[in-house]
């Protein structure tokens, strides 16, 4: 209170305090050796104002998701409390300021790893492997002031773990982490041990008499959509994905046998993955549920997941299928929505994965996948559309399709989502499009644009 009421008795002095913090923050992200982050981030290089402004806006949604008093100003006492964990001396958090303050989800985390592999390797590094000796099974995040995990188990906890070490590894350099050792789950092994263990998990997935591995309910997947259940395309096609990585790293470590039992193993399940495409529905895939009945869904995760991993192996008929399908079905005004409005249980009134708008990182992977297939313009064209909901600030959880004018909802420009959506406002999630950025197009080191 006493330092609210010293604020308020010199409200200007205070606020350009904050002003000129934020403005050395933001500056010190894009210097290399700067006295604040363990790493930088490239400046982008474009003459492009919309992409240029999409780039910036997705990193400062990670930055805003910075905490440093969760950890270091408490390491002493719960260091008892909690047996052992003594926090992290800087963190990022999922979102805020309405719900996940103090948590990591594995899903969201994943998706800006490239940005904060770059940014802040040495938080990375120790975050991600403390996520190993967790045990990926029991939760969907973890709890930076508890330290232990948190939630019920979310289906892709495998692909978000495995990427984003991967991403550790690959944009930090640092290709020793791989011979570390860590326990995990009552065993110890180093960490490219431990990603062969993910990469292979759906094995114990798989039921008795079905082919792909079986990722439950709908409270496991994407929570609101009861016919995207069981054998989805999503997280098997990651699953060939991840032991095509894993046979990658085992033949540079020595161990072709290994890699080629992996590869063999990966070219199998992908022909029963590609089974789920639905070439009669218009460019969208199939979930098999547990009566073996194949169910046609009109989302943009098979797309932005299934569509990304595997499309060296996609025919171009599917390739254009699934474009066309985005296209008339899920792009609308300055966003897209992750459900289509022509699938059987529209309308789906959630902004993350139903009708009325999209997860924030739906788009940016979206954008990523018409890349993977080969279509450039079009990648650049998403990226531009996509930059317009900037407008309202950072990145949120999600962002509603919504007009006031009782407009279709196609030519409306997104907003940040409803305030009984049960998202939040700032999320890491919004960091997929410097993630893409980096890795599809040409950054390179220069001066960064003033934050204000």
Known sequence: MATADADAGSFQQAFNAVHDGWEKRWQDAFTPGNTHYSGSLPVLTT????????????????????????????????GRVRGGFSGFDRVY???????????TYFWDTSYCSVVLALLDPTMMSAQTMYWLTQGLDNGYAVDCIQGGPVGPWYSANDISVFTTILNYVDYSGDR??????????????????????????????????????????????????????????????????????????????????????????????????????????????????????????????????AGNLLAPSLTVEQKTAMKNFVATELLAGDWMRALSRDDALAPVDRVDHGTEG??????????????????????????????????????????????DDGA????????????????????????????IIISVCSATPRTAPALA
Not at 48 to 64: E, G, I, K, P
Not at 410 to 434: E, I, M, P, W, Y
Request: charged share 20%; aromatic share 8%.
């Open 93 to 103: 958090v999922t979102g805020a300021p309405e719900w996940a303050n103090s948590v």
């Open 358 to 403: 999209a997860f924030g990182s739906w788009p940016a992977l979206t954008a990523q996948t018409f890349a993977r297939f080969g279509d450039y313009p079009a990648f650049l064209a998403l990226l531009r559309r996509f930059s317009g909901v900037t407008s309202r600030g950072p990145f949120g959880q999600s962002h509603q399709l919504r007009t």
């Open 176 to 305: 020793s982490a791989l011979d570390a050792t860590i326990g995990a789950d009552g065993e110890t092994g180093t960490v490219l041990h431990q990603l062969k263990a993910i990469a292979t998990h759906w094995r114990k997935l798989v039921q008795a008499g079905q082919p792909l591995a079986d990722y439950g309910e709908d409270e496991n997947l994407l929570e609101v959509l009861p016919n995207y259940v069981h054998q989805v395309s999503s997280f098997n096609a990651a699953n060939v994905w991840m032991m095509r990585q894993v046979a990658e790293l085992c033949g540079r470590a020595g161990d072709p046998e290994a890699a080629d039992v992996l590869t063999g193993e990966a070219d199998a399940l992908l022909a029963d993955v590609l089974d789920l495409y639905d070439s009669r529905n218009g460019g969208v895939w199939s979930c098999r549920h547990a009566d073996g009945s194949l169910v046609p869904v009109r989302t943009v995760v098979d797309f932005a997941i």
């Open 408 to 435: 279709s909802h196609d030519s409306s420009r997104a907003v940040t989502a409803r305030a009984d959506s049960l998202q939040v406002f700032n999320n890491l999630c919004g960091g997929k499009f410097a993630d």
């Open 47 to 78: 003459d492009d104002a919309a992409v240029s402004r999409l780039y910036y806006m997705s990193v400062l949604s990670v930055l805003t998701n910075e905490r440093t008093n969760l950890g270091a100003d408490f390491n002493d006492v719960l």
